[in-house]
C-alpha cells in the first residue's frame, strides 16, 4: 500500500492563500481516490475534499465549496489543497487519506492516511 507525507501548512491571516500537498510512495498512485480531511482539537475528524484516481470526479464539504480546490498529478504521485480567502474557523491539522474503492466523506471508509500538517488562520 501508498505512505503518504503532507506538507506545506503555515500560519497566515484572514484572506491568505496556500496549497497543502501529499505525496504518495510505496503502490500505485493511480489506483487510490484522495481526500483531504481536517481536524481541530476536540473536534471530530471533517471532509474537506476528495478527488477519484481518474481526476475526474471531485467532492467537497460545503463549508470550503468555492474556496478550496483539490487536484492531483500522477508524474509527481501528488495531491494538492489549493486553499484561498481562509478564516480562522479553517485552523486545523489537515490530513490526507487513500482509498481504492470510492470517494466518501466518512473518515472511516479510509484506509490509508498521513502524518498531518498544521494550519492555523489567525489576524
Known amino acids: 500500500q501508498i505512505q503518504l507525507v503532507e506538507s506545506g501548512g503555515d500560519s497566515v491571516r484572514p484572506g491568505a492563500s496556500l496549497t497543502l500537498s501529499c505525496v504518495a510512495s510505496?503502490?500505485?498512485?493511480?489506483?487510490?481516490?484522495m481526500a483531504w480531511f481536517r481536524q481541530s482539537p476536540g473536534k471530530r475528524r471533517e471532509f474537506v475534499a476528495g478527488?477519484?484516481?481518474?481526476?475526474?470526479?471531485?467532492s467537497y464539504s460545503d463549508s470550503v465549496n468555492g474556496r478550496f480546490t483539490i487536484s492531483r498529478t500522477g508524474a509527481r504521485n501528488t495531491v494538492f489543497l489549493r486553499m484561498s480567502d481562509l478564516r480562522p474557523e479553517d485552523t486545523a491539522t489537515y490530513y490526507c487519506?487513500?482509498?481504492?474503492?470510492?470517494?466518501?466523506?466518512?473518515?472511516?471508509?479510509?484506509?490509508?492516511w498521513g502524518q498531518g500538517t498544521r494550519v492555523t488562520v489567525s489576524s
Open positions: 487519506a487513500a482509498n481504492p474503492r470510492m470517494i466518501s466523506q466518512a473518515w472511516d471508509d479510509w484506509d490509508i
Open positions: 510505496g503502490d500505485t498512485f493511480n489506483r487510490y481516490n
Open positions: 478527488i477519484s484516481w481518474q481526476g475526474i470526479d471531485r
